[in-house]
DNA sequence: AGCTGTGGCAGGGAGG
DNA sequence: CCTCCCTGCCAC
């Protein structure tokens, strides 16, 4: 095993590492029939640029230089915690009482790198990682869920609601264990005590919950608090330590109030619901029904109950409800069963315990791994630089409307591949861990791969698809890294040299196919839709033979691969774009095409158009947009039709300070959350719709909650819904000249609508570069001439 | 304390 | 009308 990967101490399962008081460290190691805790040996440490820094203090501590040239030359360490803690103290008090206004937080010392998190330092200084050698299905895992009673309805579930109790606490493991501890039983008071004996006896390793740091464990908390119950499941009795943290997925945050206890893991299945969503793009919502749903495992006799019934439930059917908070475990076991087993095996490798490598982000990962690699060499270790990125990928459109018989073509792993053939690495990474690291995941994933394609049992299968998964989830990462701006070891300008570097590549491949008279539809970073000559399109053999030709463009190390082949595409826009499959299933993609903040009605417009637009059926674009159009003006819509749901992702406070500051304007959104009087955190999601009578009212003056709306008395603004009807239409106004634009979204039905005539426009792009192309050429994939803007 | 990147489109509001 | 700027959402 590679330690550079995996770390030292290979025999040893480590289950758990708990910090207990500030200066105390637990470690959790199983031995062959049970779990015993021993004491750690390590000492605590941080990074300064200069020894000098130091000078005066008392304390017991020791210094030690380190090689190498980077701007943390030395590592000091101390017998205990409280005294690292002392000797920061010292630091801030020293160099910084002059300064105003005064430091609060050691994180802004550009001279002093300390990552205080005892346990991740730990396992960064000793080398040890968890779970060593074991395979997923040996982990002992506990699900949890409560129902609270409210006694009337509720929106928001908010752990600090104090009037509200728990009725229910649903249990279930996956060594055949589950019950439901509840209200019919026990008083609140006993039934919190219930529940500590029984996770205490069971003992799992994990304790698993959908949203359980932002609602069960904080709730449960509370409730033990007013009843003086000590919430002690921790292996060595120990209680749950609570922290606020902010978890970034793409391009929204989400706050959490994260929880961990001694000698266990806490695994929140809605966090990493999101995070797996966050490469799919194909869920809906994070509920945890609709994601059993969507993965294929609820139940059939599954109990749904409506959250705002909950209390009456309890109150008559008392037993349903029960059911409802076991099925909920069961699918929690079931999903976290799905997405986390890749954290499992990366806790392996990474110095991270398996509950906060579930919640840290990728860059976070890698940082620790370089750094494990710079403490065990006693090496010098640099700070970050600040920087801008001025490249990204490669994005272009070269035709929009419909062509016939598409391939998609995608370079493997653009970035990693770039990396590792032409060596980019930080700068200051002077001992290459970042190369070393990045090839040996890259080929131990391609083996795991291979094993896992060679493999018969599904178990085996699985497991080797979660091992190939954690190293995917590593690689994907480094590139990222490069150009994160508190990363120590960024490298903004390698950063760009990647890039530059992909785009150079792309450019190659695009040339490369209009000279073998393909033509190329739309590119972004590492893919391209294009149509292949007309000798060979639509044959499958053919076209699968195409590819390499291509790929010989490409250096060594870059491979190209067959992505897709698709009977028609509809090009509309830079990523977006609807694509139409040999089994006659259609996708598709883009932010103006499928966004979720699309009105209902909207989003099932536009897929019918594209549907009928890529079936070439005229006609039934006309009689979409006829029906519709007197669906909305008879009221024969839903609220659930014309809401408009969107992400709150600012707080109140964040809201009203940012209006104030005139940096930005009202939005519908966020006045109608205002109005409803609710309290809101960011990342909650809201419905509204537009009433009024104009079509060009302000949303934010004309807008109301989703659930305000009453069908006897239906008071949306059936001109603005037409308006927005009209705008949807528009964006298939490139596919046709304008009379018949005109004759196929309108209303006026002087004279019945007949398509006969109607031809789809498919239109060659202006472009000035890659390649121009030849006016004695024929243009083969040209349908129509068009009216090129 | 904890938070990978760039590129592109839509929609709304403010102000010319 | 139009342009600018901001936010939200999405592709990769």
Redesign the pocket.
């Known amino acids: 095993m590679d330690p550079v990967l995996f770390g030292a101490n290979t025999q040893e399962r480590i289950v758990a590492v708990h910090?207990q008081q500030e200066s105390a460290m637990r470690v959790y190691s199983r031995t062959a029939d049970s779990v015993i805790w021993e004491d750690a040996d390590f000492y605590p440490f941080f990074f300064l640029t200069d020894a000098s820094l130091l000078a005066g203090y008392r304390g017991k501590h020791w210094v030690k230089e380190l090689s190498g040239s980077n701007a943390f030359r030395y590592l000091c360490a101390f017998p205990r915690w409280n005294e690292m803690w002392e000797a920061i103290r010292f630091l801030i008090d020293r160099h910084n009482q002059t300064a105003a206004p005064k430091i609060e937080?050691?994180?802004e010392l550009p001279w002093l790198h300390v990552?205080?998190?005892?346990?991740?330092q730990f396992l960064l200084q000793s080398g040890r990682t968890l779970f060593k050698g074991m395979a997923f299905e040996e982990l002992h895992r506990m699900q949890l869920d409560i129902e609270t009673y409210t006694g009337h309805g509720h929106r928001f579930s908010n752990a600090n609601r104090v009037e509200d109790r728990i009725i229910v606490v649903a249990l279930s493991d996956n060594r055949g264990f589950s019950r439901a501890i509840h209200g019919r039983e026990f008083a609140e008071k006993e039934l919190l005590e219930e529940v500590v004996r029984t996770i205490r006896e069971r003992d799992p390793d994990v304790i698993e919950g959908h949203n359980i740091f932002n609602f069960d464990l904080p709730y449960i908390l509370k409730r033990c608090e007013l009843h003086g119950v000590d919430f002690a499941v921790g292996r060595d009795g120990s209680t749950f330590r609570s922290?606020?943290?902010?978890?970034?997925?793409?391009?929204?945050?989400v706050d959490v109030t994260?929880a961990?206890v001694g000698g266990r893991h806490v695994i929140d299945t809605w966090l990493l619901l999101q995070a797996y969503d966050?490469?799919k793009?194909t869920l809906e919502s994070y509920g945890l029904k609709y994601a059993a749903q969507h993965f294929g495992f609820a139940r059939q006799d599954r109990i749904y109950v409506a959250g705002e019934k909950i209390s009456w439930y309890w109150d008559n059917e008392p037993d349903l409800l029960i059911r409802y908070a076991m099925d909920d475990v069961y699918e929690t076991g079931k999903l976290s069963e799905l997405l986390s087993p890749p954290y499992f095996y990366l806790s392996q490798m990474v110095p991270?315990n398996f509950g906060?490598l579930a919640?840290?982000?990728?860059?976070?990962?890698i940082?620790t791994l370089l750094l494990r690699e710079y403490v065990r060499q006693k090496q010098s270790v640099p700070s970050p630089s600040r920087g801008?990125?001025?490249?990204?990928?490669?994005?272009?459109?070269f035709i929009t409307g419909i062509v016939e018989h598409v391939v998609d073509v995608?370079v493997e792993s653009?970035y990693p591949s770039i990396m590792i053939t032409d060596g980019i690495a930080p700068r200051t990474e002077s001992i290459g861990v970042f190369t070393h690291l990045l090839t040996r995941l890259t080929a131990m994933r391609l083996d795991a791969k291979r094993a896992m394609k060679a493999e018969a049992d599904p178990a085996n299968r699985a497991k080797l698809d979660a091992l190939q998964s954690s190293f995917k989830i590593l690689i994907?990462?480094f590139?990222?890294?490069l150009?994160?701006?508190?990363?120590l070891f960024n490298d903004i300008e390698q950063?760009d040299r990647v890039?530059m570097t992909g785009q150079a590549h792309l450019r190659r491949l695009i040339e490369a196919i209009g000279s073998r008279r393909g033509a190329v539809i739309q590119v972004?970073?590492?893919?391209i839709f294009f149509s292949p000559p007309d000798t060979i399109r639509g044959v499958e053999e053919k076209e699968e033979a195409f590819v390499p030709l291509i790929a010989r463009e490409l250096p060594e190390g870059i491979r190209l691969a067959l992505n897709g082949r698709y009977k028609a595409m509809l090009s509309?826009?830079?990523?977006?774009?609807a694509l139409l499959g040999y089994d006659n299933k259609i996708s598709?993609?883009?932010?103006?095409?499928?966004?979720?903040?699309?009105e209902k009605f909207?989003r099932h417009f536009v897929a019918q158009c594209i549907d009928a637009l890529l079936n070439r059926n005229i006609a039934a674009l006309h009689s979409l947009f006829v029906s519709l159009w007197t669906d909305i003006a008879e009221h024969r819509l839903t609220v659930a039709d014309f809401a408009?749901?969107?992400?709150?992702?600012?707080g109140s406070l964040a809201y009203a300070e940012?209006l104030e500051r005139g940096?930005?304007?009202?939005?519908?959104?966020?006045e109608v959350a205002l109005a409803s009087g609710l309290s809101w955190k960011p990342g909650d999601?809201v419905s509204y719709y537009?009433t009024g009578s104009d079509a060009s009212?302000?949303?934010?003056?004309n807008c109301k909650l989703a659930e305000e709306w009453d069908p006897t008395l239906p008071d949306e603004n059936v001109a603005f819904y037409q308006k927005?009807l009209q705008?949807?239409a528009?964006?298939f106004e490139v596919f046709f000249q304008p009379q018949d634009f005109r004759a196929i979204f309108s209303m006026d039905d002087l004279f019945p609508f007949s398509p006969d005539g109607i031809e789809i426009l498919t239109v060659r792009l202006e472009r000035t570069a890659p390649a121009e192309p030849d006016p004695d050429e024929p243009r083969i994939w040209l349908e129509e001439p068009g009216d090129d803007e």
């Open positions: 910090q937080s050691y994180a990552r205080t998190d005892p346990v991740g922290f606020e943290t902010r978890t970034a997925f793409a391009d929204r945050a994260s961990e966050v490469s793009r991270m906060a919640r840290a982000g990728s860059a976070a990962k940082e801008l990125q001025t490249t990204g990928g490669y994005t272009d459109i995608d653009l994907n990462s590139y990222g890294y150009g994160y701006n508190r990363a950063a890039t972004d970073t590492d893919g509309y826009k830079k990523k977006n774009y598709m993609k883009g932010s103006s095409l499928t966004s979720r903040s699309l909207g408009r749901t969107e992400t709150l992702r600012e940012s940096e930005r304007n009202k939005t519908a959104s966020y999601r537009i009212v302000k949303g934010f003056e927005r705008e949807l528009k964006k």
